[in-house]
């Protein structure tokens, strides 16, 4: 028995751990990657891939699906796929008990409905991402469980850096793991904030000081949006804006991180005018590499996740980046 | 007495919770869309002439549902088949059978048109099927059984659903439908076959397999007034979308929005362009100036879109173009929740960043886009025009300028009663504004106002406009009391009274002559008896400071009927605190009353040296139970607010949903201590010492229960006793020391759990 429990200790003694893995989310309205973004998957050797199938809100009072992903092209067989559902806090305030029965049902039927379009694979895992309030808490916490156990699925579930921190205040949802957002966490509207997708200074004051009750995974976040100020307030993100456009200067002036219309212009679909400011926020690699290591102490992550996949990002982020990352977690 | 042995911090919060939060009194304008403000432009101001203005007005949501429920598709379509079947019946017959009537009956229907049987059961008495039957409208019955056909697979499931569709059903139906409309003679009928077939493809993804039907159908149908195109066209748009020609297919949906009601609202949200190439191509489709300026008021309709900019872009081709007036209003709506919302008390006093610059900015620009076309006398409503450039003028802040333009719009919009009254409108605005003192003259104008101006009732918003900046102006001239019933009713005041405010308002009150407006501010805001009423808030303000011959020389001027109001015993003894249950003692006191009780103890706790330590203990209960802990709290207090019990450390006025200006409870229990000690202090009974010291000492627990140190009273939230600091418990000490062997100390134990509790720790 001695002998057995020393090797054990041992063999601890001599490796460090794993990295985790890598995996992305896919939240665009078609499953349909580009060849860019499925070699990118393949170069950091994901083999799990979170896939937005909707989002669900409550509108003429009941819960409905909305945003339903098309699939269009096949995944590679080996690559797993996790349906990932969006909640709006709203559907989970307003809807009522015999309401989530009937939900429950739906969701099932509706999440094995695009699966069988998407994957041959069974669904081993399914995601919800509901940022959940004191007023909706105990029925999305409801929820999952009732999804657990009417389902074989496992079920985790998005958690924000608040409900990281305060654990008792927020509570922890009833599932077998959650995932870490670390973005968004300045106020996007605030025209002071500099970048309101990643500030290391707000990272910091969410730190918590005690365990989480569920084993956690991280979701760092790979995305550049504009945020579009119109007369001093600011009225909408514009996401992924080609950098390209936005370095021509007969349309924008640049200044730091600020950018301004300097003749009315579409970018993106959304009409600019004349005057308007757009704050182009987007993660770099160092601005990454610092927040992995700021986190790294306080949670043990077997996996990362990338929020998110699209085409945009393959050409702004090396694989080698993205594994750096990933090691940063496995010291 | 037994049910005061359960706990009482129980029983205390339990009742505390009982008490219902008061309903607001706020003063301003909510809309449903969360807009709070004011608002003077009419939102039907161009209803009356075009069903397009409810599509851009950001404030038309309530034009818009009537406009949607009279223009949706299933009416078109009604309306549609009353034309242009071949039988001309009513459309509540028409429904029953294009809607209602199962494919069986249509079988039957067509069986007796070509007089091979009845008419089925479910049809008889119905003028359009009999119509059809004796016309021999074969080709018709025919396309309404292959329209049923098709309807399960053009309408949508449940959202949850989600059922692979039967394309082999559907291929068939296209095939056979095809073969129908060759055989079918009627224009019209071919044209919805074209539908159908064009909305099959469509809605089973097979995008170019519908616009090839389209092409193939197009040169076999020959009918141009039917509404039924543009729904065609709407769905070819949709494929050429879904195919990727984003720019055909956002021409295409800009005509559909022009030129079909139903289908505004879905086109304009499937409108699409995304580069500025993409604009001008589209640009290049369009055949007309008219159907330019539809894509440029398609792109001014976006909410926070600069208007101006899209109507300059109008007026350069197009300068009597129609959407000019709409896009004109849509703009000063967006204007008049900048400068006539939330803020506007601000306006008067503006801050270095309100209104602010950018906003001044874009009100001035179209000001001087409106004056320069009016100028050039291109615009394509002279009256709207020249009322719009008064009210902007006014919105700069520019008074003198817009009396002048309303003054010479009035002869341009004589005769179109909307815009008469909104000039109306507008102009009683200005006149209102404009006040920056006020005097009898204009308070009888006001009062006129009230009673018989239209927009006092019409206008929603118009009459907390009035009294907002009345307010500020009665508040400039240290009006204080008018200024106060401009904004706030008499229950603001008694949440938290002001003797500048109650003074203030006597005077006026005993004014030996009001004007009319000076009486409805006291009618409406104190009630019918307000000098009765404020007599009484007076008394009461007082008699909670002590200052009891003031009280009384107030209250002696209350009527009876208002003083009988509030009846109190606060010499009731009650060893534990429960401030609703129910007196046992049937002596009551209204205010009056109870301070000439108050006095006379006073009096006599001075002067009958015998009995003073009795008197000076009776004091002190007195003013122990008026207080906010005690069950005569209404002597002091109209409103006591549940959980002011939890914010006591933050002070005694407090925060309240509907207490404009907070909620003052009255929780200093100094004065009681104070007699309490004297009545120790005087007597040689140690009962009555042993009952003076533990009152004091439920004094003292009050001034703990406002100290910062219960700010963190976990175990008093839990429920639990609190450990209170040794400051706060010097009475429940003495009372241990000094008069343990009092029968009251072994009452007090037996019945008081926290005295039990701190008595023995």
Known sequence: ?331 | MRHWKTSVIFSVISLLLLIPFKTSFGCGYYEDDGYYGYRMLDEGILEQETDFAPYILAFGESVKSDLEARTDQRTENLKEWQISSCYHANLKDIEEVVYRTSIEDMELLRRASKKRGSLPYSLSGNEFAQGMATSKCTETIDYLIFAKQCEPFATAGSEWSDEPRNNEGISSLISTGKESLLRTDNHYLRLRYTYQLVRLAHYDDRYQEALDIYDWAEPKVDVTDSVINWWLLGHKAGCLKRLGRRVEASYLFSTIFKNCMGKRDQVYRSFEIQTDEEWEECLKMCKSDEERVTLYTMRAMVPDSHVVEEMEKIYAFRPFDKDLSYLLVEEISRLEEIFLGTDFRILKKPSSDYPNKIAKNRLLKLLRFVSSAIEEKHVPDEGLWAISEGYLQYLSGDFYAAKRTYEAAAPKVKGNKKLESQLEMFELALQIHSYDKLNQKIENELAEIIKSNPYFESNSTFPEFMFDHLSNVYDDMDEHGKSYLCVHSINSLRDNPDPKVINDLLALAEKKELNDFELYLLENKVGAEYTSVLYELKGTYHLTRGELSDAKLALSKVKPSILDQTQVNPFEERLLDCVHCPSTDTLIFNKLQLTDELLDFEYKAKTDMDNSAKYYYYLGIAYYNMTYFGHAYKAFDYFRGSTSWFNMPDGEVMTYWGADNGNREYFDTSKSLFYFEKAREMTTDDELAAKAAFMSAKCELTAFYRSDAAKSMSDYYAGRIPKIPSEYTTYYDILKTKYKDTEFYQTAIEECKYFEFYATK
């Open chain 1, 1 to 331: 028995m001695f002998s057995v429990l020393l090797l054990v200790t041992l063999l601890g003694c001599g490796n460090s751990e794993p990295p985790p893995s890598l995996s992305f989310y896919h939240w665009q309205s078609y499953l349909d990657l580009t060849t860019e973004e499925d070699e990118l998957l393949l170069s950091v050797g994901t083999k799990r891939l979170y896939v937005r199938y909707f989002d669900i809100d409550f509108q003429g009072g009941k819960p409905v699906p909305v945003g339903v992903m098309i699939p269009r092209k096949g995944i590679r067989e080996n690559m797993e796929i996790i349906p990932t559902i969006f909640i709006t806090e709203k559907t989970m305030r307003y809807v009522s008990n015999e309401q989530l029965e009937e939900l429950l049902d739906n969701v099932i039927r509706k999440i094995n409905g695009i699966h069988s379009k998407v994957s041959p694979t069974d669904i081993s895992e399914v995601q919800f991402d509901c940022d959940w309030t004191a007023g909706s808490r105990e029925r999305f916490f409801l929820f999952l469980k009732k999804m657990k156990e009417k389902t074989t699925w496992k079920i985790s579930a998005t958690i924000r850096l608040h409900q990281w921190k305060y654990p008792s205040k927020t509570g922890v949802p009833p599932v077998d793991r959650g995932v870490l957002m670390v973005y968004n966490t300045g106020k996007v509207s605030d025209k002071n904030e500099e970048n309101s997708i990643l500030d290391m200074d707000d990272v910091r004051s969410y730190l918590p000081e005690g365990e989480y009750d569920i084993p956690l995974d991280v979701a760092l976040p790979l995305f550049r949006w504009a945020v579009l100020f119109r007369d001093g307030k600011m009225i909408r993100l514009i996401h992924s804006p080609s950098l390209s456009e936005l370095s021509d200067t007969s349309r924008f002036s640049k200044r730091n991180h600020w950018t301004k219309v300097i003749k009315s212009t579409y970018l993106n679909g959304y009409y600019l005018y004349e005057g308007d400011e757009l704050r182009i926020e987007e993660i770099d690699r160092g601005l990454l590499m610092e927040c992995a290591q700021m986190i790294k102490p306080s949670l043990n992550a077997k996996e990362i996740v990338f929020y998110h996949l699209d085409t945009t990002i393959t050409k702004t982020y090396s694989h080698e980046t993205l594994e750096n990352i990933g090691h940063i977690f496995s010291h």
